[in-house]
DNA sequence: ACATTAAATTCGA
DNA sequence: TCGAATTTAATGT
């Protein structure tokens, strides 16, 4: 049962009070280069929620269309086809924020988001993602930086999606994942399996397998028992070229 | 696709 | 609550 939600409305600890401000600053780097009120506005209007593993994240059954944060955990992006064939576009790590393209222009979800594992969230409500896009200098130089990376990262996806074989496309598909200035403060270490990056880089899981330890012969990763350490992260990004 | 190994869960004291 | 037994998940080929 391909893109089955999780039950709605059955989340334990979902709250409409905001959360602290020392709790805002851990979760969102960006939240840092606010002044005082802003910030405090902020953090007003953030909500926190667990998902278990492979529970469909629908925040339109809580908060119509909120800006979202993925605390701890791991989510992906993708679509799954009527045939039910999924396609995963991309993963999102614990530090990143997204959905401001869907915020902005106030449309529905296009694309599925599943937690690959216990995952935490936040959630910002649009009315107080929209008074920081118009009233704060500061958040939106942080907009224009992470739309800006985003950017850079498409289309570099889409340069090794047809130049690179395998291994070298998986390295930079891991790389992409310990992005610092997408995914800030996240650590060398990635609970993912195999399987899932190889959906994440288009590939078999089997493919996935033969790379990865090819990449961890290379010495730029290490394998763990469901997840990824990186030892190299500048080497894995210029994997192969 | 299958065999192996790691981890999580159950169950009995 | 401890640890052995069983089941489930991930990995290696």
């Known amino acids: 049962m391909p893109g089955a939600c999780a039950v709605p409305g059955a989340e334990p600890d979902a709250s409409r009070a905001g959360v602290s401000r020392a709790r805002l600053a851990h979760i969102a780097a960006w939240s840092l280069a606010l002044p005082e009120d802003e910030a405090a506005r902020a953090a007003a209007g953030i909500v926190e929620r667990t998902y278990p593993r492979g529970a469909c994240i629908c925040p339109r059954n809580t908060v119509l269309e909120s800006w979202t944060g993925v605390v701890t955990g791991l989510i992906k992006i993708g679509t799954v086809s009527r045939e039910g064939r999924s396609v995963t576009f ?42 920081l896009a118009e009233n704060s200098v500061a958040f939106n130089g942080f907009l224009v930086r992470q739309l800006n990376e985003r950017l850079g990262h498409f289309m570099a ?29 996240a650590g060398d ?38 997840g990824i350490t990186v030892i190299d992260l500048e080497r894995l990004r210029s994997y192969g070229s």
């Open 90 to 131: 991309t993963g999102v790590p614990a530090g990143g924020w997204f959905g401001e393209g869907t915020v902005l222009k106030n449309e529905a979800r296009r694309y599925d988001i599943v937690a690959l594992r216990s995952t935490r969230m936040a959630f910002m409500d649009r009315p107080t993602f929209m008074w």
């Open 157 to 185: 996806l889409l340069e090794y999606d047809r130049l690179l074989d395998a291994t070298p496309r998986l390295a930079r598909c891991i790389a992409s994942l310990f992005n610092p200035v997408l995914y800030p403060g």
């Open 189 to 226: 270490y990635l609970e993912i399996n195999q399987e899932e990056l190889g959906l994440l880089s288009g590939m078999t899981r089997q493919v996935a397998n033969q790379s990865l330890k090819a990449l961890q012969k290379d010495g730029v990763v290490r394998l763990e028992y469901g």
